[in-house]
């Protein structure tokens, strides 16, 4: 998924309805967590630990062994924290090993929907991904190929869905959230490869690599690096940091003056 995708779900996604609710809820973790689906399955009452600004969900069992992730709370219009909650305050009294995806039945007798003890099964859980990217209002944010291969079906957009048994939506599946979320982070030029590895508990690096995009972004910063490094100690280099260095300037805040002041880049 890309990242205009994944922004298009925060804020098209509309959860009006509690069946809604839990599916965001769901969307959320499995991305900022970098759950597997299996992962996701295992989530209990117990796996859940709530603080001020976080919310901690420890699993005793992965697929490389315990693990813990959290769900920050940002004050921001996408807080996995606030996501998180609107669904737990929805659960039924539950059991400390209880799984807390249940299923939302409605009542017709009084109008409303309610989380029941029965516990959501994996496959429909991989359905919810389709669900959700099928919207109105995120569909529309899908990469062209995509959707020109589901209005073509058994057709193949490029060389790149070639690589792929799956054509369309359906090459999103249950691992989506998980590469989705290692790749966002890559992308983020203070977040160090060791790090991501810890977050998606994946044994090396190496390993880590091959769930992660190589984006727009970080091909940016390297083919600038690259660029910066040829013109390094060249005239055309020196020239640029004497510009940088003659046009920077500074406030000089609750002072009678403000001023344009030579910078010294060198140092």
């Known amino acids: 998924m890309t990242r205009d995708t994944i922004l298009a779900v925060f804020l098209n996604f509309p959860d009006e309805s509690k069946e809604r609710i839990m599916r965001m809820a769901f969307f959320t973790c499995a991305l900022f967590c970098l759950f ?4 996701m399955k295992n989530i209990t009452k117990s796996s859940v630990v709530w603080a001020d600004d976080m919310i901690k969900i420890y699993l005793t069992e992965s697929k490389t062994g315990p693990c813990e992730n959290v769900l920050p709370k940002t004050g921001s219009t996408i ?33 409303e929907y309610y989380s029941a003890n029965e516990v959501i099964g994996i496959n ?12 109105p ?8 190929d995509i959707k020109w291969e589901d209005k073509n079906p058994g057709q193949k957009a490029n060389a790149r869905s070639s690589r792929s048994p799956r054509l369309g939506i359906a090459r ?38 091959r769930y ?51 910078i010294n880049t060198n140092q």
Not at 137 to 144: D, I
């Open 137 to 144: 209002g995120v569909y529309e944010s899908l990469p062209e």
């Open 79 to 111: 807080c996995p924290f606030t996501i998180f909650k609107k669904y737990w305050d929805l659960l039924p009294a539950l059991k400390d090993d209880d799984c807390i995806w249940r299923r939302v039945n409605y009542n017709k007798t009084i109008g």
């Open 36 to 39: 597997r689906i299996d992962d």
């Open 172 to 209: 999103y599946t249950g691992h989506s959230w998980r590469r989705t979320g290692a790749t966002v982070l890559s992308g983020i030029k203070d977040i160090q490869a060791m790090e991501i590895q810890r977050i998606g508990q994946w044994k090396s690096i190496s390993t880590a690599a």
């Open 124 to 135: 429909k859980m991989r359905s919810w991904l389709h669900e959700i990217l099928k919207s």
């Open 212 to 262: 992660i995009d190589n984006n727009a972004a970080s091909k940016k910063r390297t083919a600038t690096k690259m660029s910066d490094e040829l013109l390094k100690d060249t005239v055309i280099h020196k020239e640029k940091k004497m510009r940088t260095s003659e046009t920077s300037s500074i406030s000089f805040v609750n002072c009678t003056f403000t001023g344009q002041v030579t």
